[in-house]
């Protein structure tokens, strides 16, 4: 997002995405304060407001700078099964982590506050949505030979990231090692154009 006013400093922009983080995961999203926040990285709570309206535009930023990382496809290592089967234990690893803890409150909170929704969906879900499809294309590149049509590849990433989602969200585990390896398979079963 951009800001207006003064430059921010990296080492205080740093110590309150830690501190939101931290924060978030030691007492949840409905604790977690401007106040507690600035408090615990050492700042005051008028910096914090010249740079952020709210606690979700800070856990924005938090989030968006942690999945870059943590959700990253990562270039090919072994076959394109092995490759996707590698990148959906990383995205259920990541639901498990801080910055995973942080992506569920955003969603939890987006089913109460609309502004909320449009902020996370028009900036860090549709973002993260474009790299999955990316990611998603050059495997099954790899896998088929072909490139996939555009509703078909959508269809199939909804397919692959849908349960880890699911049971992040509803059951607060990580899917069992069987149904990622089956969702994997199942999607590179579904992207192999049929033989005539």
Request: charged content about 20%.
């Amino acid at each position: 997002m951009s800001r207006t006013g003064p430059r921010r400093s990296e080492s205080i922009r740093v110590a309150v995405l830690n501190a939101a983080d931290d924060l978030l995961v030691e007492q949840g999203f409905a604790a977690t304060t401007i106040e507690g926040i600035a408090t615990r990285a050492g700042v005051a709570k008028q910096t914090i407001y010249r740079w952020w309206k709210s606690k979700v535009e800070i856990l924005l930023d938090a989030l968006e700078e942690d999945a870059l990382e943590g959700l990253a496809w990562a270039e090919p290592a072994g076959t394109p099964a092995e490759d996707l089967t590698a990148h959906l234990h990383r995205v259920a690893d990541f639901f498990q982590e801080p910055a995973g803890q942080v992506l569920q409150a955003l969603l939890g909170n987006a089913q109460l506050d609309k502004d909320a929704a449009a902020a996370l969906r028009e900036g860090f879900l549709l973002q993260q949505r474009a790299r999955d499809l990316t990611g998603l294309a050059a495997i099954i590149e790899r896998h088929t030979g072909t490139t996939p049509d555009e509703d078909h590849l959508a269809h199939l990433a909804d397919l692959l990231l849908g349960p880890i989602y699911y049971r992040a969200l509803t059951f607060g585990t990580p899917p069992p090692k069987t149904l990622i390896e089956t969702t994997a398979h199942l999607t590179l079963t579904l992207a192999t154009p049929p033989t005539n």
